[in-house]
């Protein structure tokens, strides 16, 4: 298990920056900088992060698609390997898995173990075929 101990200002599930008390920007815990990257890449396709183009898992491209096993499979891939094809997280320290929630949505779970983490960090990324990346609290 590696040591995930980035930290990053604190973004809402809509990516507004979180004020703290003191009206100072509020910076995010450890665990809370993975959660925010991995749904960072979640939402974000290829090529529209300019300083990283490719960083994005690309789960747009999924919208207007059936809810199949396939495509679950699929979009649980472009996730693994965004988040492991800069080494954002190491694969030993990943599991990812997409289970269907209704008709036309998958919940995509992420979870990562980290030796600097109490419990392992995880994820929800739901995907919409109709509508894509849902925002998760």
Excluded: W
């Excluded at 679950?72 to 800069?86: G, I, V």
């Amino acid at each position: 298990m590696a040591i995930y101990d980035s930290i990053d200002i604190e973004a809402s599930p809509s990516y507004d920056l979180v004020l703290s008390s003191s009206k100072d920007l509020k910076m995010s815990a450890a665990s809370g900088c993975l959660k925010q990257d991995i749904m960072f890449r979640a939402r974000t396709d290829l090529n529209d992060f300019v300083p990283h183009p490719g960083i994005g898992a690309d789960l747009q491209r999924f919208i207007g698609e059936p809810n199949t096993r396939e495509n679950a499979k699929k979009a649980e891939e472009r996730l693994y390997n965004s988040l492991t094809k800069d080494s954002r997280v190491f694969s030993s320290d990943l599991r990812i898995r997409a289970v269907p929630i209704a008709r036309d949505r998958v919940a995509i779970y992420t979870f990562v173990n980290a030796s600097n983490f109490e419990v392992s960090s995880s994820v929800a990324v739901i995907l919409d075929y109709e509508g894509g990346i849902l925002n998760t609290p």
